[in-house]
């Protein structure tokens, strides 16, 4: 049996034991993850379709910046989180460095533009369509958003989906505000690189096949709720 077939059996047999730090792992990555997806969600969504209906000084420079920061370095994420967090920065009174909340506003940093960036497009063409028979209606501009989250379901889906895939994936951010700390703020990404640098490589692979697992499983299940909705 060579290297690899070793740490591939090695792998399943530590998922199949159910390891209780390995089980901590994997449902701190979730929650955080999750976590940061759905308040990127809760945050982007209506933006980006308020941008679509809205017409005001300085909204292309609002709708640049959003894509701009779809490259934004994780590592620079997490500095500017560190920053503000930190006892001398300006919220290091709350305490959340090094902490799972800390985490999860960093992901929801990188997130978010994604979300704003994914829905804007989709709801603009919406927009351009339905714009006259919403104005001939009436409609508030609430109901107009109404109006497109509604026509848009499946951008919502896309850009949840982008976004979890970001922060469920992400190391560099989590591992500058959470510390990386044993039972505590480790995840998945940052136990898989610390393993990978020590050479522990089943711990490292066995952690990898739960991501991807996980993250069909997520895709799944949004998609699978988006049809139900769109059944009613």
């Avoid at 603009?124 to 919403?134: F, Q």
């Avoid at 994936?169 to 510390?179: F, L, Q, R, W």
């Avoid at 096949?209 to 996980?214: E, F, S």
Wanted: hydrophobic fraction near 55%; aromatic fraction near 6%.
């Amino acid at each position: 049996m060579n290297d690899f077939t070793h740490s591939v059996a090695a792998a399943l047999a530590l998922i199949g034991s159910l390891d209780a730090e390995l089980l901590g792992i994997v449902w701190l990555s979730l929650r955080v993850s999750l976590s940061a997806s759905l308040i990127a969600l809760a945050i982007g969504a209506p933006l980006g379709v308020w941008l679509a209906i809205s017409r005001f000084r300085g909204r292309q420079a609002i709708i640049v910046l959003a894509n701009a920061l779809l490259g934004l370095p994780p590592v620079v994420a997490g500095l500017v989180i560190y920053l503000l967090l930190s006892r001398s920065g300006p919220l290091g009174f709350a305490g959340l460095l090094f902490t799972p909340s800390a985490m999860i506003i960093a992901q929801t940093l990188l997130t978010t533009p994604i979300v704003i960036s994914l829905v804007h497009r989709p709801a603009s063409l919406l927009w351009t369509e339905y714009a006259d028979l919403a104005r001939t209606d009436g409609l508030s501009s609430l109901r107009s958003m109404a109006l497109l989250f509604a026509l848009g379901r499946a951008s919502l889906l896309t850009a949840f989906l982008a976004a979890f895939g970001r922060a469920i994936a992400e190391v560099g951010a989590i591992i500058v505000v959470g510390g990386n700390i044993r039972g505590y703020t480790r995840t998945m990404t940052t136990t898989i690189a610390l393993e990978t640098s020590k050479g522990e490589l089943s711990l490292a692979l066995g952690l990898g096949l739960i991501l991807v697992l996980l993250s069909v499983t997520v895709s799944m299940v949004a998609f699978l709720l988006v049809g139900r909705v769109g059944e009613k």
